[in-house]
């Protein structure tokens, strides 16, 4: 009898520890109790932020961040000020350049090249882009100032950046001849590109040629022709010449002998030895 009371206690107390884990177990965690349905949560990332010193910085608190907009805020208004001012400072700076450089062009006409280049360099210095090109073109030659090809590409690539056609096919004529600087056809074709695309015909022409035989650019001769033709018929001798040839030979545009003979005969008109041996060899008998 009393071996059976002391298997019951045996018993009760197992099935107490049971009961125990089996509590442990299945009782979620504080993790699990907040995402019951989450597979996996990942950690919380850091957050960072750049303030106006370029330093990454954990998160701020909040009344901190409020503060450090505040303040941006503050410092945006007065940058915008600043700004306006020294737009308004550029634009007077330039209205005045332009004084200097049309004066500078007078005193030209009047072969009175010192105190010309004195205005014109002030009128550089006050971003007028003609005066840049000049001044640029005269650095290369040693034109009234010391030749100095640092300062002609200087001049000119500054001129160029504003859009001053003259700069920009200057400098692909430079880059292209290797004139006072190593031959660069990439360059080359970049201003001539920027030139050709305000009109300039010498710089349509060349960049025809550039295409024709693949200089700075994959060769296509439909591109040199379309570039050729645009020269040509602002008059351009070489580009009348080179669309004539393209006529005849068929590259680029259909083969047409006729054509070939008319634009020949503009470019001879002109006095272009090429062009008035091109129309005799055509007009012989075959």
Do not use: C
Not at 43 to 52: A, L, M, N, Q, S
Not at 73 to 92: G, M, P, S, T, V
Not at 134 to 148: P, T
Not at 205 to 233: I, M, P, Q, T
Request: glycine fraction near 6%.
């Amino acid at each position: 009898m009393k071996k059976k009371k002391q298997n019951k206690r045996i018993l009760i107390i197992l099935v107490l520890l049971l009961l125990l884990v089996g509590v442990i177990i299945f009782l979620p965690s504080e993790k699990t109790a907040s995402k019951p349905n989450d597979v996996s949560v990942e950690p919380k990332k850091e957050i960072e932020v750049t303030t106006k010193d370029g330093v990454s910085h954990e998160e701020m608190p909040v009344e901190v961040k409020e503060e450090k907009d505040k303040m941006s805020l503050e410092e945006i208004e007065a940058l915008k000020k600043k700004r306006a001012q020294e737009a308004k400072d550029r634009a007077k700076n330039l209205k005045k350049g332009q004084e200097q450089y049309n004066q500078a062009l007078i005193l030209l006409e009047k072969e009175n090249t010192e105190d010309a280049v004195i205005l014109l360099k002030e009128a550089a210095k006050n971003r007028v882009k003609e005066a840049q090109s000049n001044l640029g073109k005269r650095y290369f030659d040693g034109d009234g100032v010391s030749k100095n090809v640092n300062l002609a590409i200087e001049w000119l690539l500054k001129a160029a950046r504003q859009g001053e056609v003259e700069a920009q096919r200057t400098l692909g004529f430079v880059y292209a001849s290797g004139y006072a600087v190593d031959k660069n056809y990439k360059k080359s074709f970049y201003w001539y590109a920027k030139a050709a695309k305000q009109g300039n015909s010498f710089s349509q022409s060349e960049l025809g040629n550039a295409y024709k035989f693949g200089f700075g650019v994959a060769k296509s001769d439909k591109k040199a022709f379309d570039w050729y033709l645009r020269a040509a018929n602002q008059g351009d001798v070489t580009a009348q010449f080179n669309v004539g040839m393209s006529y005849e030979k068929g590259e680029g545009i259909e083969k047409d002998i006729e054509m070939a003979k008319s634009w020949y005969s503009k470019a001879a008109e002109q006095g272009y030895g090429n062009a008035e041996r091109a129309l005799e060899s055509l007009k012989k008998p075959n």
